[in-house]
C-alpha cells in the first residue's frame, strides 16, 4: 500500500479560495466584559502522534515542541482571533504584547472565562505565557457531562447540535485543505500551516460557539441541582492541569532493567515448556485459544469454559479466563497463566507505560475528570491516557510492588500514598442508614463505636461465612454481579454461588434492599443522584422482556440487526418495526440493576475529588489519583498526616467515620504505614 505523501503547503497557494478575513489591528479592550470564551489554535506534534496534549514538552526555542499559532475569543455576540504564529510570515501579533494583555484580562474578578476543554487550551497558554489561570472559569464539556455523561460524542459540533446551536465554521477549512489533498480528519493538525486568513473564521465560530453553548448548559445544571457538584469540577481543573505539567518522576533505568528480568525469566519457562511438550511453543502460540483449546484436550484436560453462542460461533468459544487458568489444579494452565501474565506485565507496564512515554526522567499523563471528547469514565471517577494510569497493578503481590517502585518521589522526598479504608463498604452502610434499610443502623452503630471495624470481618461474624468468602461476597455485592458472575468469580459452581448468596442476604438484608430501591429509582426518574447531587443516568433501553432466542433467529436472517441497548427515540423505532425482534415489546430502561453500584462507585468517586479541592487549598499538590487512592511527594509524616485528616473530613454529610491509611516510602512500591 503506498504512502500518502505530506501536504506541500509552498505549493499550489494560487489555487486556494479566497478569503475576506483580516486580522485585527489592535487587542479589544475587554475589561467590562463579564463572560469571555477563549479558545486555542496549535501545532501539537505529541498529539498528532496518540501522545496526548504535548504543551509539557514546548521549549521555546523549538518549534517541532509546538506552540500556540493563534487564540481566539468571544464576548456579547462579538469575536476576535489573534494570530501569533502562522506559516508563511503573514501579520502575526507581538507575543509578549499578548501575554501582557492576557494577564491584565484575567486579573479581572468580575469576569468567567468559558472553554471547552480548559485543560488542553490554558495547559498551552501557560507554558507559552506561563501565565496562572483565572479565578472564575466554565467549561462547556464539564456541564455537558454533568448533565448526561451518556451522551455519544462530547465535541463542540455535536454539543451545540444537541442544543439546537450552529456549531463550527469548517467550509473555507475545508476547500482550503482540500487544494493540499488533506483528509478531512488531519485538517486540525495542519492548521498552523495555514495562512491565518483561512483559519480566522473557524477560530472565531469556535469561541462564539463555546460561548453560546455555556449559555444554553448553565441553566440546565440551575434546573439540574448540579451547581455544587459542577463548581467541585471547574475547582478540580486547574489542579488535574497542574498535576499533568509536573508529570512524575520515573526511574527509567530501574523500570529498563526489570523488564529484561521478566521477559528473560519467561523466556527460560518457554524453553522448558517446549522441552516438556516436545514441541515449538512461543509466547504468540500460548496467546491462541485455538491452540490452547487443542492442549487442552490432548492432555486430558477436559472442555474449557465457553463463551455465550454468538453469529460467528453457534457454540460460543473456548474461554481461557485468567481467574480460571490461574486456579486450574493442573501445572500447564498455571504455567500457561503465568508466562502470559509476567510477559504483559513486562511489556505493557514496564516498556510502554513508563519507557515509552517518559520524558526527561518523568511520565505526563494525561488526566480525564469527566466524560469528553477524549475519554473519561461515566462513574465520575479519573480515568487517564497517554498512559492510562488507572490500569497499574496492584493485586499481584510479587510483581505489582516491583513495577510500582519506578514511580519516585522529588528528590529529598518521600513518598506518600494516602487511601480511603474500605471506602465504598462504609458508603453502603451510610446510604443504606440514610434510607433506613433493614439492619443498616446496627452496621452504621458499629463504625460510630469502633472506626477501625473491618468490614470483611463484620460480615464473616454476621453470616458465619468464612472471612475470604465474606470478602468475595462483599466484593460482588458492592459491584452488582449476579449468581453465574460471582461462581465465575469464586470458582463456585452456580448453585453453591446462590446458596452463598441467600445466606448473605438473609443476615444482611440492607445491601440487597437498598441495592433494589436504587434500581427503581432509576428505572422510575433515568438517573440516580449522588452524595453530593451530581447524577449518573440511565438513557439506554431494551425490552422488559428479552426473547433471546427470538433475537437469535433474527440475527441468523439478518447478521446486520442491533439488538443492544439503545436511546428511547431508537428503541421506539424499532419497535414499530416489524423486521425487528424487538417489535411491538414494551420496554424498560437498560442497565438498572447497576444504579446501587454506579451511587457507591459514583459518590467514592464525588468524596475524593471533594478532597482534592480542599488538599490544594490547605497547600497540598496531588502527584497522582487511582481509585480511592492520592498520591504525594513529602518531606515529612507531618504532612501526610494533615492530608489525612483533610480527605476524613472532605464530607461532612457522611455519618460514619470514613478513615484513611497513610504510607510513605522510597518509592510507590516501597510504602510502609
Same mark, same amino acid.
Given at each position: 500500500m503506498a504512502t500518502r505523501k505530506p501536504p506541500n503547503f509552498d505549493q499550489y497557494s494560487f489555487l486556494t479560495p479566497p478569503s475576506s478575513w483580516v486580522p485585527p489591528t489592535s487587542l479589544p479592550d475587554l475589561s467590562q466584559e463579564t463572560e469571555i470564551a477563549i479558545d486555542t489554535e496549535t501545532r501539537d506534534d505529541m498529539l498528532a502522534k496518540d501522545r496526548g496534549p504535548g504543551f509539557y514538552a514546548y521549549e521555546r526555542s523549538n518549534p517541532n515542541t509546538g506552540f500556540i499559532c493563534g487564540i481566539s475569543l468571544a464576548w456579547r455576540d462579538q469575536g476576535v482571533y489573534l494570530p501569533l504564529r502562522h506559516y508563511g510570515g503573514n501579520f502575526s501579533?507581538?507575543?509578549?504584547?499578548?501575554?501582557?494583555?492576557?494577564?491584565?484580562?484575567?486579573?479581572?474578578?468580575?469576569?468567567?472565562?468559558?472553554?471547552?476543554?480548559?485543560?488542553?487550551?490554558?495547559?498551552?497558554?501557560?507554558?507559552?505565557?506561563?501565565?496562572?489561570?483565572?479565578?472564575?472559569?466554565?467549561?462547556?464539556?464539564?456541564?455537558?457531562?454533568?448533565?448526561?455523561?451518556?451522551l455519544p460524542s462530547f465535541s463542540l459540533e455535536n454539543l451545540c447540535?444537541?442544543?439546537?446551536?450552529?456549531?463550527?465554521?469548517?467550509?473555507?477549512?475545508?476547500?482550503v485543505m482540500d487544494v493540499y489533498k488533506v483528509p478531512e480528519k488531519d485538517i486540525k493538525k495542519?492548521?498552523?500551516?495555514?495562512?491565518?486568513?483561512?483559519?480566522?473564521?473557524?477560530?472565531?465560530?469556535?469561541?462564539?460557539?463555546?460561548?453560546?453553548?455555556?449559555?444554553?448548559?448553565?441553566?440546565?445544571?440551575?434546573?439540574?441541582?448540579?451547581e455544587r457538584a459542577y463548581q467541585v469540577e471547574c475547582d478540580l481543573m486547574p489542579i488535574t492541569l497542574k498535576m499533568k505539567q509536573r508529570g512524575i518522576r520515573v526511574d527509567t533505568i530501574k523500570a529498563e532493567e526489570q523488564a529484561d528480568r521478566i521477559l528473560k525469566g519467561c523466556s527460560d519457562d518457554l524453553d522448558n515448556l517446549c522441552h516438556t511438550l516436545n514441541d515449538e511453543v512461543n509466547i504468540k502460540r500460548i496467546r491462541s485459544s485455538r491452540w490452547l483449546e487443542e492442549m487442552f484436550l490432548k492432555m486430558g484436560l477436559g472442555r474449557p469454559p465457553r463463551t455465550a453462542a454468538s453469529e460467528t460461533y453457534k457454540d460460543g468459544q473456548a474461554s481461557f479466563d485468567k481467574i480460571f487458568m490461574a486456579n486450574h489444579p493442573h501445572w500447564f494452565p498455571k504455567m500457561i497463566h503465568s508466562i502470559k501474565h509476567r510477559t504483559d506485565l513486562a511489556e505493557k507496564f514496564l516498556q510502554k507505560f513508563i519507557l515509552k512515554y517518559a520524558l526527561n526522567g518523568r511520565v505526563y499523563a494525561t488526566i480525564n475528570q469527566f466524560r469528553s471528547e477524549w475519554g473519561g469514565a461515566r462513574s465520575h471517577r479519573f480515568s487517564y491516557a497517554d498512559p492510562p494510569l488507572q490500569q497499574m497493578p496492584s493485586r499481584d503481590d510479587e510483581y505489582a510492588p516491583l513495577i510500582r517502585s519506578c514511580f519516585i518521589p522529588e528528590d529529598g522526598q518521600l513518598w506518600c500514598s494516602?487511601?480511603?479504608?474500605?471506602?465504598?463498604?462504609?458508603?453502603?452502610?451510610?446510604?443504606?442508614?440514610?434510607?433506613?434499610?433493614?439492619?443498616?443502623?446496627?452496621?452504621?452503630?458499629?463504625?460510630?463505636?469502633?472506626?477501625?471495624?473491618?468490614?470483611?470481618? @463484620?460480615?464473616?461474624? #454476621?453470616? /458465619?461465612?468464612?472471612?475470604?468468602?465474606?470478602?468475595?461476597?462483599?466484593? !460482588? %455485592? &458492592? @459491584?452488582?454481579?449476579? #449468581?453465574? /458472575?460471582?461462581?465465575?468469580?469464586?470458582?463456585?459452581?452456580?448453585?453453591? !454461588? %446462590? &446458596?452463598?448468596?441467600?445466606?448473605?442476604?438473609?443476615?444482611?438484608?440492607?445491601?440487597?434492599?437498598?441495592?433494589?430501591?436504587?434500581?427503581?429509582?432509576?428505572?422510575?426518574?433515568?438517573?440516580?443522584?449522588?452524595?453530593?447531587?451530581a447524577r449518573n443516568h440511565f438513557n439506554q433501553w431494551e425490552p422488559a422482556m428479552r426473547d433471546w432466542a427470538r433475537e437469535q433467529e433474527f440475527k441468523e436472517r439478518n447478521k446486520n440487526i442491533d439488538t443492544s441497548p439503545c436511546q428511547e427515540d431508537e428503541y421506539e423505532r424499532r419497535k414499530n418495526d416489524k423486521d425487528h425482534p424487538w417489535y411491538g415489546e414494551p420496554g424498560k430502561r437498560a442497565f438498572t440493576h447497576k444504579a446501587f453500584n454506579r451511587m457507591i462507585q459514583g459518590s467514592a468517586a464525588r468524596q475524593?475529588?471533594?478532597?482534592?479541592?480542599?488538599?490544594?487549598?490547605?497547600?497540598?499538590?496531588?502527584?497522582?489519583?487511582?481509585?480511592?487512592?492520592?498520591?504525594?511527594?513529602?518531606?515529612?509524616?507531618k504532612q501526610a498526616k494533615h492530608c489525612a485528616r483533610i480527605m476524613e473530613e472532605a464530607m461532612p454529610q457522611i455519618t460514619i467515620p470514613m478513615l484513611t491509611d497513610v504510607k510513605l516510602g522510597p518509592s510507590w512500591g516501597q510504602l510502609k504505614k
Open positions: 501579533f507581538d507575543m509578549d504584547l499578548v501575554r501582557r494583555w492576557l494577564a491584565d484580562l484575567i486579573s479581572h474578578d468580575n469576569c468567567r472565562f468559558i472553554f471547552h476543554n480548559f485543560g488542553y487550551d490554558w495547559g498551552w497558554i501557560n507554558a507559552v505565557f506561563g501565565l496562572d489561570p483565572p479565578n472564575k472559569i466554565d467549561d462547556t464539556m464539564a456541564m455537558a457531562s454533568m448533565i448526561n455523561e451518556n447540535l444537541w442544543q439546537g446551536l450552529p456549531g463550527k465554521s469548517e467550509e473555507l477549512l475545508k476547500q495542519h492548521l498552523w500551516k495555514l495562512e491565518s486568513k483561512f483559519v480566522g473564521p473557524y477560530a472565531e465560530q469556535d469561541a462564539m460557539a463555546t460561548l453560546n453553548l455555556a449559555d444554553k448548559l448553565r441553566p440546565l445544571i440551575a434546573e439540574k441541582g448540579l494516602i487511601d480511603y479504608r474500605q471506602q465504598e463498604y462504609r458508603l453502603i452502610v451510610f446510604v443504606a442508614e440514610h434510607y433506613g434499610a433493614t439492619g443498616a443502623k446496627k452496621a452504621a452503630n458499629r463504625y460510630r463505636t469502633d472506626p477501625d471495624t473491618d468490614f470483611h470481618q @463484620y460480615v464473616s461474624d #454476621i453470616t /458465619k461465612l468464612e472471612r475470604r468468602r465474606a470478602k468475595d461476597t462483599n466484593f !460482588a %455485592k &458492592a @459491584y452488582g454481579a449476579g #449468581i453465574p /458472575k460471582f461462581a465465575l468469580m469464586t470458582g463456585l459452581n452456580e448453585e453453591e !454461588a %446462590k &446458596a452463598v448468596y441467600n445466606q448473605y442476604d438473609n443476615e444482611l438484608p440492607f445491601v440487597k434492599e437498598i441495592a433494589s430501591k436504587y434500581s427503581r429509582m432509576a428505572s422510575k426518574h433515568g438517573y440516580i443522584t449522588l452524595i453530593d447531587g475524593i475529588k471533594k478532597a482534592m479541592v480542599d488538599l490544594v487549598k490547605a497547600g497540598y499538590q496531588p502527584v497522582l489519583q487511582i481509585h480511592d487512592e492520592l498520591c504525594f511527594s513529602f518531606d515529612n509524616e
